[in-house]
């Protein structure tokens, strides 16, 4: 087929930068397109080709993510204004010509209503956001080279109080209303309560921003109805990525980014037949492992919480060429995985998912001084010592909803706490819009208390695992059941998250700082196309505030 004149021009710049030839670079910018829907000209305008294959998917849907959010906030500003998108746009840029210390996204113009202030009105507000970042930056940095023993919460309640009050007159009424949507759910009085609403969302925006909490973990933990003191008790995403960019470092990543790669690397512990597929040329592998798997699940290679993951039935197509043309075209590279069937005593919850667990290691290389055995993170099980230098943090169970073939919870799964002494279930589950759940909302088989089978076996399958992983110093693993009774891995996920606080209703910041204190060598150098929380003002809706968990 002829390409297109734009077309030739973007693919001979990838040559002329790379070495690719005509029919790589062409192939590499069409599998970007295909599973990102990124155009070539973006792709070379934002220089994918200097990182790693494994993150450049990543990288590219969370730019178009952004971009297609933009666009929606623009669009929220000219239904609440009446202005069209070109004179939102003229404003922002006339705003940011100002240069008074801040450069204003969309995002931010609608969240502090910038386009119902004067010039006199906006210079003030700025002033107000520029000291709030000051104060945040100055909380964060309290918070994560000091002992929980050593704060002083008078010090910080002073601050935090200051930070709510700047967010509390600066914060637009039409994005309170919005946001809150997201948080409903667990805040049902502020539904007809627009004091309690307002509320709600000036405290989350400001523990936000001063402890690099995610509106998820926001109300996982229930933190609105929370001391500040209880609120620090708990571990943020954003600090446990610091830990975790710290002790995982490019080869991990390039690893467990790849869902093939972690195939390959645990080859053993998978228990399954799983095949790649990246062009035409995988064919003759493909149509092997279809004729042993006619039913198989289909991952896209760089996939984030469970999305584009699903059941695919051979017999559903014409012929298996054309199946993996149209899979190809549709999502990019892809692996076909066997289908797992999963144990009646793990399936009992909700049969059209396969439920799984997620046990994530800490590779301290030998026992953390000063951890308490005698600590509530020891005695309910968050944190089991499993010998060899190998911590076992904050278990928890997924499962999905009827109808649901994903159990993830950015894709609306269950998830509650796991006892990992006793193998047993901490009632009550949550999904990520902070629904409580005493039992399955389907099969109401109660969560609490509930004891997983042979979970033993499954600690010594993530330790196994864990210690293949040199490279790796945190990663939370998907382990399942299948109907054989035995435990397998399903994946390892090498950005993991803490979630399991908020089922568990116990907070580990004493224990993370610990584990910080040991294990970070030095400040690690983060990589801010891999780390959305680095952003002081991140677009935080429901999927970027916690896009890199599950």
Request: net charge negative.
């Amino acid at each position: 087929m002829k390409k297109s004149t734009s077309t030739n021009k973007y693919v001979k710049q990838l040559m002329e930068v790379t070495g690719l030839s005509y029919d790589e670079a062409y192939a590499e910018l069409r599998s970007i397109e295909t599973a990102t829907g990124m155009s070539f000209k973006e792709y070379m305008r934002n220089n994918l080709y200097t990182i790693s294959s494994s993150m450049r998917v990543r990288t590219a849907a969370k730019l178009i993510s952004r971009k297609k959010r933009k666009n929606e906030y623009i669009d929220q500003i000219c239904r609440e204004t009446g202005l069209t998108p070109a004179d939102v746009k003229a404003s922002i840029r006339n705003l940011n010509a100002l240069d008074l210390g801040m450069r204003f996204s969309p995002y931010m113009y609608r969240k502090y209503a910038f386009y119902n202030l004067d010039p006199e009105a906006q210079k003030a507000a700025i002033e107000l956001l520029l000291e709030r970042k000051s104060l945040t930056e100055s909380f964060y940095e309290t918070l994560i080279h000091s002992a929980p023993s050593e704060l002083s919460y008078e010090e910080l309640s002073e601050a935090y109080d200051r930070i709510k009050a700047i967010t509390s007159q600066v914060i637009g009424e039409n994005y309170v209303n919005t946001h809150f949507e997201l948080v409903k759910n667990r805040y049902p009085e502020g539904i007809s309560d627009q004091t309690v609403k307002r509320d709600i969302i000036i405290d989350l925006e400001s523990i936000t921003l001063a402890a690099g909490f995610s509106t998820v973990e926001y109300v996982m933990f229930d933190l609105y109805h929370k001391s500040l003191p209880e609120k620090l008790s708990y571990v943020s995403k954003k600090a446990f990525q610091r830990l975790v960019f710290s002790v995982n470092n490019a080869n991990a990543r390039r690893v467990f980014n790849n869902k093939y790669n972690s195939y390959l690397a645990f080859k053993e512990e998978y228990s399954r037949d799983i095949v790649r597929v990246a062009t035409s040329n995988d064919f003759p592998s493909f149509e092997d492992f279809c004729t042993k798997h006619p039913v198989f699940v289909f991952k896209p290679s760089f996939a984030l919480q469970g999305d584009g993951i699903r059941k695919v039935n051979v017999n559903e197509y014409s012929d298996s060429m054309t199946m993996m043309e149209e899979l190809l075209e549709e999502n990019g590279e892809f692996v076909a995985e066997e289908l797992v069937s999963g144990n009646p005593a793990i399936s009992v919850f909700n049969p059209d998912s396969l439920n799984t667990i997620r046990i994530i290691t800490f590779n301290a290389g030998k026992r953390v001084k000063g951890l308490s055995i005698f600590g509530p993170a020891f005695r309910n099980g968050q944190i089991v010592y499993g010998g060899s230098g190998i911590y076992f943090v904050n278990g928890f169970f997924k499962t999905g909803k009827a109808g649901s073939f994903i159990d993830n919870g950015g894709a609306g799964g269950i998830l509650t706490a796991i006892n990992q002494k006793t193998g047993r279930l901490i009632g009550p589950g949550y999904d990520e819009s902070g629904s409580e759940f005493e039992s399955h909302p389907d099969s109401n088989v109660c969560f609490d208390y509930y004891e997983l089978p042979k979970y033993k076996k499954a600690l010594k399958l993530a330790k196994k695992c864990a210690l293949k992983s040199p490279d790796a110093g945190i990663i939370g693993w998907d382990l399942a059941l299948n109907d054989e009774g035995k435990w397998i891995i399903i994946e390892g996920n090498v950005l993991p998250t803490l979630l399991g606080q908020g089922p568990a209703k116990n907070g580990l910041s004493k224990e993370f700082y610990l584990f910080c204190k040991q294990m970070i060598k030095e400040k690690p150098a983060i990589n801010e196309q891999e780390d959305a929380s680095a952003n002081d003002e991140q677009e935080d809706d429901k999927y970027s505030a916690n896009e890199a968990s599950e």
